[in-house]
Structures are given as C-alpha cells and as structure tokens.
C-alpha cells in the first residue's frame, strides 16, 4: 500500500511542476505583452491613466510570478529539510533496538510530524511508550488492543473505526491506525497512531504511518544484523580464548619448573606472568581495555616465550606514545599477533627482534608490530586474511582464524577507516600495522 501512495505523490509533485512551468510561461509572455502595449500607448496616447492601470497590472504579475516560480520551491526545501530531520533524529533512536527508551524517543519525534492526537509504539503484546491524549492511562506494559492484535497476526497495517468507545478501551479516540514493525518478515511490534475523529485519517496519514513503520523496520533489521555480527564475533574471540594450546601450556611449564632449580625468584616472576596471562585471556571478551594493559599482556606472553627461547634468541623493543596508553582498544589483539610473529616467524638458530610502537595519529592511534623473522611469500600475504585457506596439507598459507578475528573486531568497534595492514618480504620480516579510528562504540570498559 505505501508503495501506491508514493506513487500519487510522485506523479502529484510532477503534475505540480509543470503546472508551475506553464504558469511562469505565461507570466513571462504577459509581462512582455503588457511592457510592448505600454510602449505603444505612451507614444500615442499621452492620457497617464491606461499607463497606470498597465503598470499596475505589471507589478501585479511580477507578485505572482515570484509567487509560482519562487515560493513552492522554498517551501518544498523547507519541508525536505524537516523530513530528512525527522528521519535523521528516527534512526538514532531505533539504532538502539526495540526497547522503551528507543520507543520513548519516537513517540516524541513522529506525534508532531501527524495530526493524531496520541501515539504508541509496542512489542505486540504489551505497551512500551506513548505519547499525547491519555497517554499517562496506558504506561509501559499496558496490554495491547485488538487492533494491535490483528496486525501482528496478519503482518498486514490495519486501520480501524468506532462509533462508540468502550470506557475500559485504550485510548478513548474514534480512530486509528496500526502499523507493524517488521525484521525479516516477522512482527516484532507495531506503531501505532490515534485520531479523534474517522476523517482526520487521509491519505497523507496513511502514508507517513506506513512510512514511518518501514523507516523504523529496516533499522531495526540493521540492529539485528548488528547483533548477530557482535555475537559471532564473540563466540569466535571466546573460541579462541579457550583454545589453550597445549604445547604452550606443557612447555611454559617445563620451563618455569626448570628455572625453580637455577633461579627461583625468576621462577616466581614467570608464574606470576602465566597466571596473570590466562587470567586476563580468558576473562570479559566483550569490554573494552585500555591500550597499556593490552600491551602489558602481549609483555607478558613475551617473557614466557624469552623464558623458554632464551633472550639471546627472542628479543623485543617497545616505544608506547603516553598519549596512547589510555586509549580504549578490544581486548585480545596484540598477543595473537606476536604468537604469529614467533610461531612462523622465528628462524631455526638465528634471533627474532620484534619492534612494538604506538602511535597518536588524528582522531585514533596507530600501533605496529615488526619482527626481522622469514616473512611471507606474496601469495601467503594474499591469503593473510582468509581463514579457510590455512590447512594442514599448506599450513603456511593463511594466518587463520584468529587474525580474521582480530580484524572483524577492529572493525566492529572502530570508524570504517580502522583496518589492519600487512607488509612482509620473504626472509626480511613482516610488518602488522593497526590503524584504529574515532571513538569505539559504546561499551563498559573492563574493570
């Protein structure tokens, strides 16, 4: 149905401006045939009054031309401006999802945009906002009515009618109608707009109610989408976390026990490092840390790898930018990162030197890892990303699971222009750039 009615108004606003055009023609051939008989009569006829009432008639059409041509124009601007407001303020509101505060908000945003007299948004079964006539009768977690029932059925808008309105009814108004809130073909609330009389419902009511309905439904399809994308990303980030690789475990182990013999208080450091490790890797995937504790962690997975290469063979340099330390990142990027640097970088007997700095850069930060190790062929370096290519028949190809993880997260939390780049050269070195921009999406920061 809203598709017939943007119909009309397209075909209305078309007619309307050659319509316009037509008038503005001949306005413009008026004038010049008034300006030529007022030529004529001054040269014939020296009586001022015929040269008055022409120049009168002159001005007159200049009114309504600038009527015609200037003011719809203006008028059509204004009320565009005011419909991509409206429709701005709408999607803020709905980017949070079906909840009473997003209700709350569009209550009070579309009630001014109609000529109902209260409005209503539901979940399909109870109340979750309303605004305008009696709105304070009917609180959150009022039932719903009939009306709001039978939309939610049939997934259709409905729009009804009374003579007579029953006391205990919501809403005592004559009229109303009743939009669904669709994500992906299922109902999962309404908008709902009252009218005191039957003929304030017209077309153009229509029009904005099921408008207004399919604005909020794809927004809030958006959300779901949303959502679905930040769960998978953290099934997979929990994935790994309780992927404890048990080569890792029995050989930071036998390091730390051999260690107890020769060096007992390195021994405590280095327990102290483990525990603190697996403490924070598989803690809260879901809050935001600061910069400096995630490099603390990836610090902490550096000393038990120098424990048990030797720090002759594994050796790290850091430079981290005060002005990044604070700066709120997803937890669990360094540390996989520098296990990719050691694990498929690190040569037989030759030393690995890995180089960590941060960055501030314009509205973000910039952090690199680099290591001096074998590098990757260009076509590994094609497939860095591209989690299904790593098998265990080309075990060099593809970094897997987690780097993919670790972009997918950059990107949720991060400005579109936040990414990760990679450069290496075969037997020069890798170099993992993260470029991470604007404020992270909102979230409680991990305490």
């Given amino acids: 149905m809203s598709s017939v009615y943007a119909k009309k108004y397209r075909n209305r606003t078309r007619w309307a401006h050659t319509v316009s055009k037509m008038v503005g023609y001949l306005l413009v051939g008026s004038s010049i045939f008034l300006l ?34 200037v003011l ?9 401006d005011r419909t991509l407001q409206t429709a701005s303020q709408l999607l803020t509101f709905a980017s949070r999802g079906l909840s009473p505060e997003m209700a709350a908000g569009i209550c009070s945003i579309i009630l001014p945009e109609t000529f109902a007299s209260a409005i209503a948004v539901t979940d399909g079964t109870q109340m979750l906002a309303t ?9 959150m977690g009022h039932p719903v009515n ?13 729009i009804f009618y009374r003579d007579e ?31 005191t009389r039957a003929g304030q419902i017209d077309q153009r009511q229509i029009a904005l109610s099921t408008g207004f ?20 990303s953290q099934i997979e980030l929990r994935a790994l976390q309780s992927q404890v690789d048990p080569h890792f ?10 260690v107890v013999r020769t060096d007992p208080g390195r021994a405590r450091k280095l327990l102290i490092d483990f525990s603190n490790y697996y403490r924070q ?21 550096i000393n038990l790898m120098q424990a048990r290469y030797g720090e002759d063979r594994l050796s790290i340099t850091t430079s981290l930018d005060p002005d990044t330390a604070d700066m709120l990142v997803p937890p669990f990027i360094l540390q996989p990162i520098l296990e990719n640097c050691i694990k498929h970088g690190m040569r037989e007997i030759e030393p690995l030197h890995i180089v960590f700095t941060s960055t501030s850069i314009d509205d973000g930060v910039e952090i690199t890892v680099a290591d001096d190790g074998v590098g990757m062929s260009p076509e590994v370096l094609a497939s860095a990303f591209d989690s299904t290519a790593r098998t265990e028949q080309t075990p060099q190809k593809g970094c897997g699971l987690a780097l993919c993880n670790v972009m997918s997260r950059v990107r949720y939390f991060f400005d579109f222009k936040s990414g990760i780049d990679i450069q290496s050269t075969l037997d020069k070195g890798t170099t993992v750039r993260f470029t991470l921009v604007g404020a992270p999406r909102r979230t409680k920061p991990a305490e």
């Fill in 36 to 69: 030529i008989l007022l030529f004529m009569l001054l040269r014939t006829n020296p009586n001022p009054v015929p040269a008055l009432v022409i120049i009168s008639a002159f001005v007159l059409l200049c009114f309504f031309y600038a009527y015609v041509m």
């Fill in 72 to 80: 719809p124009d203006d008028l059509t601007l204004t009320a565009t």
């Fill in 131 to 139: 605004a305008g006539k009696n709105a304070a009768k009917y609180p």
């Fill in 146 to 158: 009939q009306a709001t029932l039978d939309s939610v059925k049939t997934g259709q808008m409905q």
């Fill in 165 to 195: 309105v029953p006391s205990n009814d919501m809403f005592p108004l004559r009229a109303g109608i009743v939009v669904p809130l669709k994500v992906h073909n299922e109902v999962v609330g309404t908008i709902e707009l009252y009218y």
């Fill in 213 to 232: 309905g399919e604005l909020l439904s794809s927004q809030l399809v958006s959300y779901e989408l949303e959502q679905q994308f930040k769960r998978s």
């Fill in 249 to 258: 475990l029995f050989n930071t182990i036998g390091t730390i026990v051999s």
């Fill in 281 to 301: 890797t598989l803690g809260d995937s879901e809050s935001l840390i600061p910069l400096s504790r995630e490099f603390e962690q990836g610090m902490r997975y």
